[in-house]
Each structure stands twice: as C-alpha cells, then as structure tokens.
C-alpha cells in the first residue's frame, strides 16, 4: 500500500506540474505566468520526490524504523515557493515575506532533527518545530492578512479563503507527524504515506487552482474599480 500512495503521488503531482506548465506557457501576461511557474516547479519537485520513494530511494532505517528523509529535502524546496505564491498574490512587503521565509525553513530543520532523533529527543525537536510553525502563522495572521486587506480591499473574502485553506492544511502535518511511527506510532507507515500524500496532493496542487482563483478574483476587482473609475469621470 506504500508504494501505491507513492505512485499515486507522482501521477497526481505531475499532473499538477503539466497544467500549470501549459499554463505558464500560455499565460496571458507576466503576472499569471509568474504564478503559474511557480505553481509548476512546486509540483515538479513534489513529483520528483514521489519518483525518488515510489523506486525506493530516499528512505532508510533510522532509530529502528523507516524514515522517508527525502521528504524534508522536497518540503525545504517547495514549501518556499508556496510562501511566495502567497506573498505574490498578496505584494506582502519584504521584511514580511523574509520572516515567512526564515520561520519555516526552521519549521522543517526542526521537523527533520526531531524525525530522525530517538525518544524522547525527538519530541523535544517536535516541539521545536511546532513553535517554528507558530511563529509562521502568527506572520500570516498578525503580518500578512492586514497588509493584504490593506492593498485588496475588494478582494478580502479570496484572500481569507485561501489563506484558511493554507493554514488548515498545514496545521494537519504535525498531527499526522505525532500519531506517526516517529511520534506516537498510532499510525503504520502505509497509513501515514496515505495521510501525508494526500495532504501533499492539497496542499500543492489544490492550493495552486486555488491561488489561481485568488489571482482572477484580484483581476475581476481591479476592472470594476477601472469601470467604476470611469464612469465617475464621464459624469
């Protein structure tokens, strides 16, 4: 059952990979074929890690059990890109977008030490990791959603949308991690696969038409603000 979750992952990133490549390269103008691309590559590279334990590679016995750490390597990769998705979309400003950055590469860091360490130094890294990710919501809360209603009065209910969409998906990762052979072992290594793989299939590709959506919402706004703009002018 591993294995078939994992080729189920590579088929189901891929298929992300070739729609948002089709899209990038038919993109009707620079900002819809920068969020397209960066929609590819991260389900290019969620693809690629798939293939990588679907032949299995990236997997060795740690601590007495099985640990895919070619997962980390890919999220360390793609969970950047999917910050940038959001802070694109929103024109989040630098400082903002530098701490989401920061906050979870520590997330992962933390979250690959606490896998990979025996009991119970490895719950000490899992907590670790969970402040890491605290930290990133409280930006994408306290930082990151005031400066996105500030910019797209318009388009606040998009925005909410996929930002509950992000942290809810998210949120579900370290759980899945403590009911995991690594944590608390409630959970086999198939059924953990299952979780993870279709967390990641949300997480990537459903987030990606979803910041798709985000991005015409942001569009369909800025021309009834033109329209509106213009018939004020015309009166």
């Known amino acids: 059952m591993t294995f078939?979750?994992?080729?189920?992952?590579?088929?189901?990133m891929s298929f992300g990979a070739i729609v948002f490549g089709i899209g990038a390269h038919n993109a009707?103008?620079?900002?819809?074929?920068?969020?397209?691309?960066?929609?590819?590559?991260?389900?290019?590279?969620?693809?690629?890690?798939?293939?990588?334990?679907?032949?299995?590679?990236?997997?060795?016995?740690?601590?007495?059990?099985?640990?895919?750490?070619?997962r980390y390597v890919s999220w360390f990769i793609s969970t950047p890109l999917l910050l940038l998705i959001l802070t694109y979309l929103g024109k989040t400003s630098v400082t903002t977008t530098a701490s989401l950055l920061g906050?979870?590469?520590?997330?992962?860091?933390?979250?690959?030490?606490?896998?990979?360490?025996?009991?119970?130094?490895?719950?000490?890294?899992?907590?670790?990791?969970?402040?890491?990710?605290?930290?990133?919501v409280y930006l994408l809360l306290n930082q990151y959603r005031p400066q996105?209603?500030?910019?797209?009065?318009r388009v606040i209910p998009a925005f909410h949308k996929l930002l509950k969409v992000h942290l809810t998906i998210w949120t579900l990762y370290p759980i899945v991690w403590l009911l995991s052979p690594a944590g608390l072992n409630f959970l086999n290594i198939s059924v953990e696969t299952m979780f993870v793989t279709l967390l990641d299939m949300a997480s990537k590709v459903g987030f990606g038409f979803l910041s798709l959506q985000t991005m015409s919402a942001i569009e369909k706004a800025r021309q009834q603000a033109k329209t509106a703009s213009s018939l004020v002018v015309f009166r």
């Open 4 to 12: 078939l979750w994992q080729w189920l992952g590579v088929f189901g």
């Open 28 to 70: 009707k103008n620079q900002r819809w074929q920068i969020l397209y691309t960066l929609n590819f590559f991260v389900c290019a590279i969620a693809a690629g890690l798939y293939l990588i334990m679907a032949l299995g590679q990236g997997v060795d016995f740690i601590n007495g059990r099985p640990t895919f750490w070619v």
């Open 103 to 136: 906050a979870n590469a520590y997330t992962i860091a933390a979250g690959f030490v606490a896998t990979i360490s025996p009991y119970p130094v490895n719950y000490i890294w899992y907590i670790v990791s969970c402040a890491a990710y605290c930290a990133t």
């Open 148 to 153: 996105v209603e500030r910019t797209f009065p």
